[in-house]
């Protein structure tokens, strides 16, 4: 009788361990943060959809790509790491993107439309913070810039940060030490700010960002070469924020993410103040020079800079949500 009982007690010890052994792991269960190839088992190919739809849309839309190296700035640089960049204003809450900060940002819908692609393979599993990232990497390749390993894992925050915009995110008139602090406040140093303004090798500057140099009289510190075409791009000088009125960042290789950016700045080409202060400021000129001088190092740089942007205090675990729809929280998503 006493080994019956003994039996049974060991069995029944057996069972109950079996019972609450996982729920016991899951809830202890270490958050693994960010880490490389995150979604190998539950989305294997997660990466492959995110690279084959970019090149699709930059086939496409070759503008597309600049917008998803902006994109990776204005989310990331912005308290977390988080997509909260993509959410639309709601009754209660303007979204980042309508601020006046956001300014001539375009392109969102693009993003759902990778998003759409990647939920057809794997439902509720690829985060719009990871693919808002890893867009951005693709979206740098695409324009001839370095391929940069990058970590997955994040999630996905339910609020806009359009409140706090303004704190983080420096103006092109801001001074050149406000630009450095802001950017040391997530951990980028004087050359990784150099190399990330880099991304002025591509795109286009709206004349509203720009006129200031020119009205209403020219700055002096202007190459007179270039005033002369950006009078013919921005007739105006209070241009319409609507109106299509840029100038080319690089008239040099204006579709090419390289080091041409930093001899243009040299040679006084800056379209903006902050372009300017960065090839002039002692605490910048120094990386300017040896930028424009050597493209290897420009690009080790900028791949330095935006690993740390794109790790900048991200939601992980069971923080935040993987959002169905990146332009919305799921609370709106699932509403009756």
Request: net charge neutral.
């Amino acid at each position: 009788m006493g080994s019956s009982k003994t039996l049974f007690f060991f069995a029944l010890m057996a069972f109950t361990a079996m019972a609450v052994t996982p729920a016991f792991a899951e809830t202890n269960e270490e958050d693994p943060g960010l880490v490389m190839n995150f979604y190998k088992e539950t989305c294997p190919q997660a990466e492959d959809i995110i690279r084959e739809q970019v090149k699709l849309l930059y086939k496409r839309h070759k503008n597309t790509a600049f917008s998803w190296l902006r994109n990776i700035f204005h989310d990331c640089a912005v308290e977390s790491c988080d997509a909260s960049l993509l959410l639309d204003s709601t009754r209660r809450e303007l979204s980042e993107k309508e601020t006046d900060r956001s300014f001539g940002m375009r392109n969102f819908r693009y993003i759902e439309d990778i998003k759409e692609a990647v939920e057809r393979e794997c439902p509720g599993v690829v985060s719009c913070a990871d693919i808002l990232v890893l867009s951005a990497r693709e979206g740098i390749v695409s324009l001839g810039g370095p391929y940069i390993p990058l970590k997955t894992g994040r999630r996905d925050g339910r609020k806009s940060r359009a409140e706090v915009l303004e704190q983080y995110l420096p103006d092109h008139n801001e001074s050149m030490s406000v630009v450095l602090d802001r950017f040391a406040s997530i951990g980028i140093d004087t050359p990784g700010v150099v190399a990330l303004l880099g991304a002025h090798s591509v795109g286009r500057t709206h004349c509203v960002k720009l006129v200031q140099r020119l009205y209403p009289e020219v700055d002096p510190a202007l190459n007179p070469d270039h005033v002369e075409h950006m009078l013919k791009k921005c007739p105006d000088p209070i241009p319409d924020p609507k109106a299509v009125q840029y100038v080319r960042n690089d008239r040099g290789t204006p579709m090419k993410l390289d080091n041409n950016y930093y001899r243009n700045i040299l040679d006084n080409k800056g379209l903006m103040m902050v372009d300017h202060q960065l090839a002039i400021d002692k605490r910048t000129k120094a990386y300017v020079k040896k930028m424009a001088n050597s493209e290897d190092y420009w690009a080790k740089e900028f791949s330095r800079a935006i690993t740390i942007l794109s790790e900048n205090n991200p939601l992980t675990g069971t923080k935040g949500e993987i959002r169905r729809q990146c332009n919305m929280a799921n609370k709106y998503h699932y509403k009756d």
